[in-house]
């Protein structure tokens, strides 16, 4: 995609700002609002996708990745271009990754790891009250955006694994991102077996343990191969053992979500309410 070209008349393509698993995102211009959009393309899928499955794309690209949620990525329209071009419009963002923070601060105050959780949490309570599983919730899809009123949390890449046409979010992302997505997996995915919105919450525990810790549940150092045995049969090392200023309860419920039974863990409403009281004095 080269700066200056224009989608269906109605988006021009401006600098590019980076690349995930299923596709690159560029900044880009609404011809008809004049005002700033994210335009996500997805290569991948253009370049190999027999007809019927852009048609799906076409029709699936709003429902799918509709969460409607002040915390979740805003969707403004998808679909393919005329060329051929599977494309989804989204809001645009302005600031970092939690990735990035995490690669900065290492480890995150509880008062910190609260403000950013409890958002996440209430976006994966609306998109699990309509039976939308998120499937890759990790660093790099939580994103700290500077609104006009101060930082809002993003869950991004809703619904994309659906979108993109495979059924567990892994099939058209480079190895580099199926390891990725792998260091935050729930047991029952790495079976194969049918998931719901609780995998998600596992997803959470592995985030929130990460946050505090800086590293996985199950080591320090994990080496990729042994990620899936671990995940399937060792239990988490002790939050509290690595960081002992953790409060016991907000171990607890990281313990729980990491639970290997689904129906042991935490929702995510119940997640959120056990850090709901340690937001207050994240920013100051």
Do not use: W
Request: glycine share 10%.
């Amino acid at each position: 995609m080269l700066p200056g070209t224009v989608l269906d008349q109605k988006y021009r393509i401006e600098s590019r700002i980076g690349s995930g698993g299923f596709g690159t995102v560029f900044r880009g211009v609404q011809l008809s609002l004049d005002r700033a959009v994210a335009v996500k393309i997805f290569q991948s899928l253009a370049a190999t996708a027999r007809p019927e499955e852009l048609e799906r794309f076409r029709r699936e690209g709003i429902s799918a990745c509709r969460v409607n949620h002040p915390n979740a990525l805003g969707i403004i329209d998808s679909g393919v271009s005329s060329s051929g071009i599977a494309y989804l419009v989204t809001e645009l963002l302005e600031g970092h990754t939690l990735r990035c923070e995490l690669a900065e601060q290492q480890r995150l105050t509880v008062p910190r790891a609260a403000s950013i959780l409890v958002p996440v949490c209430h976006v994966l309570t609306a998109a699990h009250a309509i039976g939308l599983v998120h499937r890759d919730i990790k660093p790099d899809n939580i994103f700290l955006h500077r609104g006009r009123d101060g930082e809002i949390v993003k869950v991004l890449d809703f619904g994309i694994a659906k979108l993109a046409g495979s059924g567990d979010g892994t099939a058209l992302t480079g190895a580099r991102q199926v390891i990725g997505t792998l260091f935050y997996m729930a047991p029952e995915r790495l079976r194969g077996e049918p998931h719901d919105g609780r995998a998600d919450v596992y997803s959470l525990g592995v985030l929130a343990y990460e946050m505090f810790t800086g590293g996985s549940p199950f080591t320090a150092d994990p080496i990729v191969e042994e990620m899936t045995m671990m995940h399937l049969n060792m239990p988490p090392i002790p939050l509290r053992e690595r960081r002992a200023d953790v409060p016991e309860k907000i171990e607890g419920v990281i313990r729980a979500a990491l639970d290997k039974e689904p129906q042991n863990r935490p929702t995510a409403e119940e997640f959120a309410a056990i850090f709901s009281g340690e937001t207050s004095s994240a920013h100051h």
